[in-house]
Antibody, heavy 123, light 108 residues
Framework: EVQLVESGGGLVQPGGSLRLSCAAS????????MHWVRQAPGKGLVWVSR????????SYADSVKGRFTISRDNAKNTVYLQMNSLRAEDTAVYYC????????????????WGQGTTVTVSS | SYELTQPPSVSVSPGQTARITCSGD??????AYWYQQKPGQAPVLVIY???ERPSGIPERFSGSSSGTTVTLTISGVQAEDEADYYC???????????FGGGTKLYFL
């Protein structure tokens, strides 16, 4: 079964750090780009970050640039999101999602999503 | 920063056709994708590359593109289609992805 399982969420104080993990199974992880997407309570989806299939290229939304770092370990079939200097506005459910990108750099869409992990930033 | 604009809500009668639009300056250059999200669930991809339908998605879901606007069409809307729908695309460079604000589809 194709699956993504996030973990690492929790309650953290403003200014603190947290590392999210997303474990993949049931498909060839190293063939896919991976994204992190978040959703604040009662709000819409917000793209956070993406990493290419071999980890050599990353990009970030302006709201997290310089504070969050995405990485992956293809040997462990896992993608990570290191979140530093957390703010109240980072409170959200964080989803990881896979995306196939062809050699022309055309995205095929986030076709598999995890169930999400909740991050709450509060004192 | 780049933005995609969707109407906050669209209402439809069961069995009718629902159309949800999404506007963005880079849409002539970048593909659009559509996701369905029901309460408490992760999003589901329903359309990719403007008009392609993933396997397992009913044929009543279709997508189209014209200039700076893309449209998700749901023909013969069924009860289970009541959900939030999000368009997604990228800026003109393809580096930064963005979601629209979402459209709540509900029945009259």
């Amino acid at each position: 079964e194709v699956q993504l399982v996030e973990s690492g969420g929790g309650l953290v104080q403003p200014g603190g750090s947290l590392r999210l993990s997303c474990a993949a199974s049931g498909f060839t992880f190293s063939n896919y780009w991976m994204h992190w997407v978040r959703q604040a309570p009662g709000k819409g989806l917000v793209w956070v970050s993406r990493i290419n299939s071999d980890g050599s290229s990353t990009s970030y939304a302006d709201s997290v640039k310089g504070r969050f770092t995405i990485s992956r370990d293809n040997a462990k079939n896992t993608v990570y999101l290191q979140m530093n200097s957390l703010r109240a506005e980072d409170t959200a459910v964080y989803y990881c999602a896979r995306d196939y990108v062809d050699t022309a750099l055309h995205y095929y869409g986030m076709d598999v999503w995890g169930q999400g992990t909740t991050v709450t930033v509060s004192s | 920063s780049y933005e995609l604009t969707q109407p906050p809500s669209v209402s439809v009668s069961p069995g009718q056709t629902a159309r949800i639009t999404c506007s963005g300056d880079a849409l002539p250059k970048q593909y659009a994708y559509w996701y369905q999200q029901k309460p408490g669930q992760a999003p589901v991809l329903v359309i990719y590359k403007d008009s392609e339908r993933p396997s397992g998605i009913p044929e009543r879901f279709s997508g189209s593109s014209s200039g700076t606007t893309v449209t998700l069409t749901i023909s013969g809307v069924q009860a289970e289609d009541e959900a939030d729908y999000y368009c997604q695309s990228a800026d003109s460079s393809g580096t930064y992805l963005v979601f629209g604000g979402g459209t709540k589809l509900y029945f009259l």
